[in-house]
């Protein structure tokens, strides 16, 4: 039995805890601790009513090294999950170097004042990850993580060679406010806002933000207007695919969505340099985040499906070959089990079980790794019975 040190309490934080209380054989003492205390003891409080399990919470600011380090050394967890934000993820590195522990995160790096999304910063790490015979385990949410692992299945099991890949991400549920975002308002809006970009015959193509659409089909879902976005995960699955010719990534919005959006780019508070208010520097898009619902907040009343999944096209014994390897999650049934909605949910489990991959030594390598490069089979099987089905349909 292992102990956990869980570092963020936001929506994706939660489902972590709750996940872990879950799994009591695997995880015997569990830690969530986040810069506002109040945030985690709720979620200990909520864990004791529903599974009957005690967990410890604690304070720590995440980009302070030395106080994170001094917690670990404190804790002795077998391995740090970050779950807070992009931007805590070096300094995370950082003091689970300092502390001699493994590390697990859902993000990439972020520096706050560029909205780049790069893996270059934590690929920086692995000569030291290896060096200190520690493993860091990048991207264990639902994309990246499981989408990585359903091209790594894919890889390995079901074609001989790949050519193209299209992940695809739809929330087809509803929250009842006119916008709001599903995981932290700051990051998703500079994730949408960038220029688009998707990797064809060996380059990088980019495109204007939300110029490229396309209505795809999504499982248990129906059909949906898509838009070609960039996502992290394509950089590092661009490597581990060998044959690739192509992927792209593509998620659904609304019209009110889209709409909402627009007018906050056009007024600037989509900004992410500080801007001179009333004798002081604020930031508009920080300022955005405090006016916007929390993303846990609106668990409770979310109706609809999400439905997300790789379409990958190539080679099997000679004959093409192309399937849909995806899962759908109920926005209500995550309430009812571990108060979070679907997005949280489906980012919250993988990180769960990645958290297990790599405690119990299913998954232990020195240095810095991605999910596809990691035997899929066992974080597969895992994943479905932690509440997460997956599926492949040949098409
Ligand atoms: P939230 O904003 O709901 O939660 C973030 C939490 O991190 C908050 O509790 C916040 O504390 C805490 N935090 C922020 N800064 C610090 C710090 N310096 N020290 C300690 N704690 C800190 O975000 P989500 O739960 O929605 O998202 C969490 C992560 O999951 C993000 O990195 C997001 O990008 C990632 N994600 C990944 C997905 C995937 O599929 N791979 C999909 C969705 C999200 P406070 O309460 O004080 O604000």
Redesign the pocket.
């Known amino acids: 039995m292992h102990k956990v040190l869980i570092?963020?309490?936001?929506?994706?934080?939660g489902v972590v805890a709750h996940k872990c209380a879950m799994a009591p054989q695997v995880f015997g003492d569990i830690v969530l601790a986040?810069?506002?205390q109040s945030?985690c003891d709720a979620i200990a409080a909520q864990i004791a009513e529903l599974h009957g399990r005690t967990i410890t919470t604690a304070r720590?600011?995440?980009?302070d090294v030395a106080q994170t380090a001094a917690l670990i050394r404190k804790l002795q967890p077998s391995l740090v999950v970050n779950?807070?934000?992009?931007?805590?993820d070096l300094p995370l590195m950082d003091a689970c170097l300092d502390a001699g522990v493994d590390y697990l995160d859902?993000?990439n790096y972020e520096p706050p004042d560029v909205a780049k999304f790069e893996y270059k910063w934590q690929w920086a790490y692995r000569e030291r990850f290896e060096k200190a015979g520690l493993m860091a385990l990048l991207?264990s949410?639902?994309?990246?993580?499981v989408t990585n692992v359903f091209c790594a299945y894919a890889r390995d099991h079901l074609f001989d060679t790949i050519e193209t890949i299209d992940i695809v991400d739809c929330n087809a549920g509803s929250h009842g406010h006119p916008f709001a975002t599903n995981?932290?308002p700051e990051?998703n809006i500079r994730e949408v806002t960038a220029r688009g970009k998707y990797w064809e015959k060996g380059e990088w193509k980019e495109i204007d933000p939300m110029s490229i659409s396309e209505v795809i089909d999504y499982p248990g879902v129906g059909p949906k207007k898509s838009y070609l976005i960039y996502h992290e995960e394509l950089e590092s699955l661009v490597q581990h695919i060998p044959g690739l010719q192509r992927i792209r990534f593509w998620m659904t919005f609304g019209d009110e969505y889209l709409t909402h959006l627009r007018v906050l780019q056009n007024v600037g508070m989509t900004r992410i340099d500080p801007v001179e208010f009333q004798g002081q520097k604020i930031v508009p898009i920080q300022f955005l985040k405090a006016l916007l619902p929390?993303?846990?907040s609106l668990a409770q009343n979310y109706t609809g499906k999400t439905s997300i999944g790789c379409i990958i096209e190539g080679k099997k014994d000679g004959k093409a070959r192309k399937v849909f390897i995806y899962n759908v999650c109920d926005h209500h049934e995550c309430w009812k089990e571990v108060r979070a909605q679907a997005?949280?949910y489906?980012?919250g489990v993988p990180a769960a079980v990645g958290a297990e991959m790599m405690v119990t030594g299913t998954w232990k390598r020195a240095g810095v790794w991605h999910m596809e490069q990691m035997d899929s089979v066992p974080f597969l099987e895992r994943l479905g019975a932690s509440g997460l089905p997956w599926h492949v349909q040949e098409m």
Do not use: E, K, M
């Open positions: 570092i963020g309490a936001g929506g994706v934080g986040s810069r506002t945030r720590v600011d995440a980009d779950v807070a934000l992009p931007y805590q859902t993000a991207g949410g639902f994309d990246p993580g995981f932290n990051i929390d993303p846990a997005v949280s489906t980012t």
